[in-house]
C-alpha cells in the first residue's frame, strides 16, 4: 500500500486494502475489515471506472452486517452493490450479489425470499459458466429444499455443488502440475546449463595449463571439474525425484494420454466424444430411507 501511495495510485491502495479486508474476515477479524472496506470504498468512490472494486467493497460490508445479523444494514449495502453491477452491465457481479443477498434472507430465516435470489443467482451463474456462484448458489438451494423437505431437489442441488466444486480444485491441481513440470523442466534447462559451464571450465583450465606448471594446474584442473561433476550430478539426482513425483501426481488425477500431452504442451486440448456410457447407481430403499 505504501508503494502505491508513493506514486499516487489511488486504486492500487484501495484494492491492497480491499485484499488485507479478505484476509482479516478469513480470521473473523470483522471489525479490521470492516474498516478497511469501508475505507477502500470511499476511496473507489469518486471513480466510475472501477466499479467493480466498490461493488466488491460494499458486498464485503453486507455479508459483514448478515455475519453479525444486522440484516437491514445488511440488505442496505447488498442492494447497493446490486444496484451499481446492473447500472454497470457487470453479469459476475450480479450473479455474486444474488447469492449474497440470498444468504442473508436464510440468516434472518427469509425462506421464500432467499430461495427467489438464490434460483436468480444459480440461473444467471449458469448462463454466464461463472463455477464460483454456481457452487455457492447450489450450495444455499439445497439447503433450502432441505428445509423444505423437498429432498430430491435438495438432492439435485447437492450433487452440483458437489461436482462443481470438484471440477474446481480439479482445475486447480492440474494447474499446479503444469506449474510443476514447468518448474522440471527450469532444473533440467539448468543442468543443461551447467554441463555447459563444465566444458567451458574444462577448456579453460587447458589454456592455463600452458601457462602454468602441468601438474599443479592439472590438479587445479581435476578439483574444479570434479567439485562441478559432483554439483551436477546432485542436480540430477534432484531432478529425477521432482520429475518422478510430478509424473505420479499427474497420472493420479488425469488419464496417461492427457498427463502425456500435459507435460508436453502445458495444454490439454478438449475431446469429443461422439457416444458415451453413464452408469448411475443407488442403494435399494435409499431414497426411502433418506425421507
Excluded: W
Excluded at 452493490?81 to 436464510?106: E, F, W
Excluded at 464460483?132 to 431437489?153: E, G, M, T
Excluded at 577448456?203 to 551436477?232: C, M, N, P
Excluded at 546432485?234 to 499427474?250: F, G, M, P, V, Y
Aim: charged share 25%.
Amino acid at each position: 500500500a505504501a508503494g502505491y501511495a508513493a506514486i499516487h495510485d489511488s486504486g492500487g491502495v484501495a484494492y491492497t486494502q480491499i485484499n488485507r479486508g479478505k484476509i482479516y474476515l478469513q480470521q473473523h477479524k470483522d471489525a479490521l475489515a470492516f474498516s478497511v472496506y469501508l475505507q477502500a470504498m470511499k476511496t473507489l468512490a469518486g471513480m466510475p471506472e472501477q466499479h467493480r472494486g466498490f461493488s466488491a467493497c460494499l458486498t464485503s460490508l453486507g455479508n459483514i452486517y448478515t455475519r453479525s445479523s444486522r440484516f437491514p444494514e445488511a440488505a442496505n449495502y447488498l442492494h447497493r452493490a446490486l444496484g451499481v453491477r446492473i447500472k454497470n452491465k457487470d453479469l459476475p457481479g450480479m450473479a455474486t450479489s444474488y447469492a449474497a443477498i440470498g444468504k442473508m434472507h436464510l440468516a434472518k430465516a427469509d425462506a421464500d425470499s432467499a430461495l427467489y435470489y438464490g434460483e436468480k443467482a444459480f440461473t444467471l451463474a449458469q448462463q454466464i459458466k461463472n463455477a464460483q456462484v454456481i457452487i455457492v448458489s447450489a450450495a444455499l438451494l439445497a439447503d433450502l429444499y432441505k428445509a423444505k423437505n423437498d429432498f430430491r431437489k435438495a438432492y439435485d442441488f447437492h450433487t452440483i455443488h458437489i461436482s462443481t466444486r470438484d471440477s474446481v480444485t480439479g482445475e486447480e491441481a492440474g494447474k499446479q502440475m503444469v506449474r510443476q513440470q514447468m518448474g522440471y523442466e527450469y532444473a533440467k534447462r539448468s543442468t543443461a546449463d551447467s554441463l555447459q559451464f563444465v566444458r567451458e571450465k574444462e577448456v579453460d583450465e587447458l589454456k592455463l595449463d600452458r601457462q602454468r606448471d602441468y601438474t599443479k594446474g592439472g590438479f587445479t584442473a581435476l578439483a574444479i571439474v570434479g567439485a562441478l561433476l559432483f554439483f551436477v550430478y546432485r542436480q540430477r539426482n534432484s531432478i529425477a525425484r521432482e520429475k518422478k513425483r510430478s509424473d505420479t501426481l499427474l497420472l493420479n488425477i488425469l488419464p496417461a494420454e492427457t498427463a502425456e500431452e500435459l507435460k508436453e504442451t502445458g495444454t490439454a486440448r478438449t475431446k469429443s466424444y461422439p457416444m458415451v456410457t453413464v452408469m448411475f447407481t443407488d442403494f435399494k430403499d435409499f431414497t426411502d430411507i433418506s425421507e
